[in-house]
């Protein structure tokens, strides 16, 4: 096997890649803005309700699940899209499943949301 040295040069050039496949996905989708909103309101209130740490880290992957999901599908969205642009019965399904994979953890960071800060909540109210 042929391994490849470490290279810093590669690395950063791996980074600024990865950096603009991010900042390309949150120009164009719009379900990706609104998951990196989502994740900056849970962020701030994480910090102002003072938080475990478990309860953070916990919300950290929650969050972040939803993120790299919703990379995964526009990704495989866009790849469909050039391979095959005509609309089919098994497209339909794919594309229909990976926005469904989105939704699931989606509902799945919510509903650990709630569970987190429920209790804090509820410590404003009694």
Not at 5 to 12: A, D, E, I, Q, R
Not at 13 to 31: D, H, W
Not at 85 to 105: N, S
């Amino acid at each position: 096997m042929n391994y490849n040295k470490f290279s810093m040069p590669k690395l950063v050039r791996s980074f600024l890649y990865a950096s603009r496949g991010i900042i390309n996905l949150l120009k164009s989708e719009q379900n990706a803005r609104i998951h990196l909103i989502y994740a900056i309101v849970v962020a701030s209130m994480a910090y102002v309700l003072s938080i475990s740490r478990i309860e953070a880290i916990v919300l950290f992957f929650a969050v972040t699940l939803v993120i790299a999901t919703e990379i995964i599908n526009t990704a495989i969205e866009k790849l469909i899209d050039i391979v095959n642009p005509k609309l089919c019965a098994e497209i339909e399904f794919i594309k229909d499943a990976m926005a469904g994979a989105v939704l699931v953890t989606a509902i799945i960071a919510l509903v650990v949301t709630v569970m987190i800060f429920l209790p804090y909540f509820n410590k404003f109210i009694a």
